[in-house]
């Protein structure tokens, strides 16, 4: 989950599980997970620290730039390049 949660439908479950997962418990669980497909996954496997560091940027405007250094960091295929294909 990137960024901060925000309410869609006004069901109090769906919008506890977004605060979850944007919050600092949720978002380590995720960059842990992240790290460990990578070590098995990726052309350069990251850290638990750098995944951390990615996922939990709060001044990103776009989703899609997260993803993109995400992907640059595992090694990836340019997500931007990607992205534009879309």
Do not use: C, H
């Amino acid at each position: 989950m990137l960024g901060d949660p925000y309410e869609t439908d006004g069901d109090p479950d769906y919008t506890r599980s977004l605060a979850e997962l944007a919050g600092g418990p949720g978002q380590f669980a995720s960059a842990k997970a992240l790290s460990a497909w990578s070590k098995s996954n990726a052309p350069r496997p990251i850290s638990v620290e750098r995944a951390l560091t990615i996922i939990s940027q709060k001044d990103t405007g776009f989703a899609e730039d997260v993803v993109a250094e995400l992907f640059d960091a595992l090694g990836l295929p340019d997500a931007g390049k990607l992205f534009d294909e879309l």
